[in-house]
């Protein structure tokens, strides 16, 4: 038997921050199971999910927490042992127009409103070659309810890009 945790985290990015964490999980008998890292705007950040035997589960926890000292800021969760299955269909959606404020929200709020989930997001400012106007750019892995409507999902999305004045596609992701 085992517990799961999750540890999400956040540090000034340098060299070593994944080294140190795995080496005290590996060293206190965790099994890192899955996570999510990234760097942004001088940041490191993530989200960890890690097995370990219940005896261990508190020396861990203490372990882990001692990173602050080296600039690391955590938390602790339970977590399921199994990691969670869309129940739809997966569609991968980007956007890409002309920065300015409300666009990801506006796809957000579309995409909630018919109980959509998403499941990945990573978006950015790009320069636009030639052009003095930066470009918003945002990549989603989106999960589908089975009853969704697609040609009417479609129709909002088409119907909110020209509103925006931005271009999107969203297409079924391979399994």
Do not use: C
């Amino acid at each position: 038997m085992h517990s799961y945790r999750l540890i999400s985290f956040i540090a000034d990015d340098r060299p070593g921050l994944v080294e140190e964490m795995s080496d005290v999980v590996n060293a206190h008998g965790g099994n890192w199971l899955e996570s999510r890292m990234s760097q942004l705007a001088g940041k490191f950040a993530g989200i960890v999910r890690l097995s370990v035997r219940p005896e261990r589960l508190a020396e861990l926890e203490l372990a882990l927490a001692g990173l602050e000292r080296v600039g690391l800021t955590l938390r602790f969760e339970s977590a399921a042992q199994r990691p969670h299955t869309a129940s739809g269909s997966q569609h991968h959606l980007e956007i890409l127009g002309y920065d300015r404020p409300g666009i990801l929200h506006e796809f957000a709020a579309a995409l909630a409103n018919r109980r959509i989930n998403v499941a990945d997001l990573r978006s950015e400012i790009r320069n636009a070659r030639g052009n003095p106007d930066p470009l918003f750019h945002a990549s989603a892995e989106i999960e589908l309810p089975a009853e969704l409507d697609m040609g009417e999902l479609r129709s909002a999305l088409e119907g909110l890009a020209n509103e925006l004045g931005i271009e999107y596609s969203l297409t079924a992701s391979r399994s």
